[in-house]
């Protein structure tokens, strides 16, 4: 199937999106899932059917289910959010291939520490008036600086996933 996408700006519905990670805990007996309440962002598509746009999350928003919790990832020992309140992925280049699969190279920044990140989105729901992406990619947290791990609890990859609602842009 192959989605047809207008060109011109657009606009993250975060109403109809969600952005959630998952990490295995406790030597890995736990998963600990969580979502961000607060999304921003914007794209654009241009007339030769690449694109380009930033999201950012709140870093506050983050919700596990456990005040205590929620609490500790804001700070120092991971998010740091009183410095670093936001986490932003800027795409670069994103593309149409393969029908309905879109390849997405940017810069994914937390902490104030900025890696490239490379995935891979699958359009779905693409129209005159919204589209869908729909991804899921993990991340090594050591390397934007959260680093903590009481008595080695926290090992491998962050998850993350996320559905993201696009509009038309008011012009």
Do not use: C, Y
């Amino acid at each position: 199937m192959t989605v047809a996408v207008e060109t011109g700006l657009w606009q993250l519905d975060a109403t109809a999106s969600i952005v959630g990670i998952r990490h295995r805990t406790m030597w890995g007996l736990v998963t600990v899932k969580g979502r961000f309440g607060a999304l921003s962002g914007t794209g654009e598509v241009r007339p030769d059917g690449s694109a380009v746009g930033t999201l950012t999350f709140d870093v506050a928003s983050l919700d596990t289910g456990n005040a205590k919790r929620d609490t500790h990832l804001r700070s120092a020992d991971f998010f740091d959010a009183d410095h670093h309140p936001e986490i932003t992925f800027a795409a670069r280049s994103a593309e149409l291939r393969d029908g309905d699969q879109v390849h997405v190279v940017g810069q994914l920044t937390v902490r104030g520490i900025s890696r490239p990140l490379s995935l891979t989105a699958r359009l779905t729901d693409g129209g005159a008036t919204g589209l869908t992406l729909d991804t899921e990619f993990s991340v090594d947290r050591e390397q934007f600086g959260l680093g903590w791990n009481q008595l080695g609890m926290i090992r491998g990859l962050t998850t993350v996933t996320a559905a993201l609602r696009f509009v038309r842009a008011a012009n």
